[in-house]
C-alpha cells in the first residue's frame, strides 16, 4: 500500500490496531518524550498526540514494533523483501568490472524496474499551504531531553546536491532550533550531506538544502538506509513501495522533494559563514552527545499540506524506535552485502545494547583457514560498517539472536591469544569512549570452528571445572576491590565475571584489582572479567553489556590476567588516574519534575495502565557530568 502523506499511513495504523490518539494537550517540551518513553519501552503502540499547542499533531514511536515496520515500508515479510533485492543484485553477476563498477550500474538496473523518481512541473500536496515569511515556532518541535541545547528536529529528510557531479542526497541529521528562521544542521564528517558542504564550500556558493518531514514512511526509512553514496534514496523508496516516488521543485530552491511529504523547511547553508555550537543532545547511544560547531541553516520558506501531521522520534537509553529501523536493515541487506561483498555471510544482527555501530555479529559458512579474520578485515572497511568498534563472527548451525548459545560458541572456538583482531580505525563521531575524537580502536573476535591448520595446543575449550574459590569474591569485597558481582553465567557454562568498583571514590581501583587477579590460582578457570561501576546493576545483563561496549575502547580497556583470561575495563574513564581528555557524558534521563507531570497526567492521557518511567532506573547512573556540559 502506498501512503500520500502521514494521515493515510494514521489511518492504516489506527485499522489495524497499532495506534493510540492522545487529546489531552501535552507540551512537547519535555512531555512527549517521557511519555513516549514509558510507551515505547513497554511495547505499545504508535501515539498521534492532538493537542500540542500548535495547529500540528504529532506522530511518534511510529516505527516501534515489527507489525509497523512491515506496515510502513508495505511488505508482509522484510526478509521477502531482501529476495527481491536479491534478483536485482543477481543480475550484476553478468557485468564485467569491479564491485564499485556494478555498484554504478545499479541505478541503471533498477530503473528498468520502474523505481527510479519522477520530477513533476507541478506543485505538490506538500506545497498546498506556503509561508513565504518562515517561522519555525508555528511546529511542534520536540525538546526530548533536559540536557538538550534547545527543541530538535529529530526526522529530517535533508536534501542536498553536489555542486559539480549533480548527484543527490537525503541524509537523517538532528536540527536544532536556533530562533525562528535558523538552524544547527548535525551532518557528521562522514556523511554525504557533509561532503556535499565541502564541495560548496569550494566553489564559494551559498548551498541550497531541503528538509522533508513526513509523507510515505518509506521515505524515512530509505533516508536512515545504509545506501552506497551515489545512491538515489528515492530509488529504494520507489523498490520497496513498487511505485515511483513523485518529486515537485521547491519554492525557493531549486530542489527536489517528495510531492506528498507532509511540511517541507527550505533554506540554504552558507559556506562562508561562521559555524554554530550545536547540542548537547540525548542521543541513541543512550548518553547526550557533546556540544561541537556545525553549519547554520537559514529557512527561506515553509510549506506544508493542509492536513499535515508532525513526525518526530526520540532516541536515548536503548532499546527505542530506532532499534526496528536496524532490524529491518538487518533483513533487508543481508542480500546485498552477501552477493556483492561478501558471499559467505549467511546473517547479520546488531543488538539493541550495542546501539548500531559498538556491536555487530556475523554468521557465515566457513571453508577454509583464515576466513574468519577475512571477514572481519573486510568489513571494518565496508561502507557504514567502518565505524564498527566490536566485530564477533561464528559459524554453524548457531542463533546469533540466542545470546547464551553465541557466547558458549564463542568461549569454545576462541583462544584469545591468537584469534582476535585489535586495529584503529574511524568511529561514529558520537562515540565517547575513545582518546581521540572519532578515531579508536576496535576489536574483532573470530569465534568460528577452527581448521586443523588453525588449532594449536593452547586453542581455548570450554570449561566446565570453575574452581573460583567460593570465598574469593566475600574476599575482595573485604578488601574494598569490588563493591557487587554477578557469577551467575558460569552457571550457564559461560565463564565470564562481572564485577562493580567505584573508581569515583578511588581512581586506581581497576588497577588494584588487576593487580589482584593477575596470577591468582583460580583466574585461569575464567575467560573474561567484565569490570563496571559501581551504579551499575551487575545481574542486569542488557545494561552491562550497553556500558561495556559504549564505555570502551577495546585496544585501551583490555587487560590479559592470565594468558588465557581478558579483563575489560567498562568504568567511567573521567575518574582514571589523569582524568579524560574529553568530556564524558552523562547517561540520558527525564528529570523529576517531568517524571512527576506525567504521573500526574497519566489517568487523563486515556492510554491504558500506568507506566513508570525508565528514567528511575538508569538516574542513578548520572555522575553530574552534565553540569558541566550545561556551562
Known sequence: MTYTGLNDFIWDLEKNGELQRIKTFVNPVLEISEITDRVSKAGGKALLFENTGTKFPVLINTFGSSKRMSLALGQKDLQTTGKEIEKVFASLSGI??????????????????????????FKGKCQQVIHNDPDLGILPVLKCWPYDANRFITLPMVHTIHPETASTNVGMYRMQILDKKTTGMHWQLHKTGANHFEAWKRIGRKMPVSVALGGDPVYTYAATAPLPENIDEYILAGF????????????????????????????????????????????????????????????????????????????????????????????????????????????????????????????????????????????????????????????????????????????????????????????????????????GGKLGIDATSKTTEEKQESASSVLTNYNVPDNIFELLKSSKLILNYNSGLLNDNIPLLILSVNNFADCEIVNKLKSKLRGASWIDSLRMILVVDHTIDVNDCFTVAWQVLGNTDPIRDHYFVSDSTILIDATIKAFRPGGFKRKWPDVVCSDDETILKVDQKWELLGIGDFISSPSLKTKHMIHNANEEVKR
Request: glycine share 6%.
Open 240 to 439: 520497496l513501495r513498487k511505485k515511483k516516488v513523485k518529486l515537485v521543485k521547491c519554492i525557493s530552491n531549486d530542489l527536489f522533494v517528495p510531492s506528498d511529504a507532509d511540511i517541507i523547511i527550505e533554506g540554504y547553508v552558507d559556506p562562508s559563514e561562521e559555524l554554530v555550537w550545536e547540542g548537547p543532545f540525548g542521543d541513541h547511544t543512550g548518553f547526550y552527545s557533546l556540544a561541537d560547531w556545525y553549519p547554520r541553516f537559514h529557512v527561506t520558506c515553509l510549506t506544508h499540506s493542509r492536513d499535515a501531521v508532525y513526525p518526530a522520534t526520540i532516541v536515548g537509553v536503548p532499546p527505542q524506535e530506532d532499534a526496528f529501523l536496524t532490524m529491518s536493515t538487518e533483513k533487508i541487506f543481508l542480500t546485498p552485502i552477501k552477493l556483492a561483498l561478501l558471499p559467505e555471510i549467511e546473517d547479520i544482527h546488531m543488538p539493541d545494547a550495542g546501539v548500531a555501530h559498538n556491536l555487530v555479529i556475523i554468521k557465515i559458512k566457513k571453508s577454509y583457514s583464515g576466513q574468519g579474520m577475512k571477514v572481519i578485515n573486510s568489513l571494518l572497511g565496508a561502507g557504514q560498517m567502518m565505524f564498527t568498534k566490536f566485530i564477533i563472527v561464528v559459524d554453524g548451525d548457531v542463533d546469533i539472536r540466542d545470546y547464551r548459545n553465541l557466547a558458549v560458541k564463542t568461549f569454545t572456538n576462541t583462544d584469545f591469544l591468537k584469534d582476535l583482531v585489535f586495529s584503529h580505525g574511524p568511529l561514529d563521531v558520537l562515540d565517547h569512549s575513545s582518546d581521540t575524537f572519532a578515531f
Open 96 to 121: 564485467s568490472g569491479s564491485f564499485i563498477n556494478k555498484i554504478i550500474k545499479l541505478p541503471d538496473l533498477i530503473k528498468l524496474s520502474g523505481s527510479f523518481p519522477q520530477k513533476s512541473s
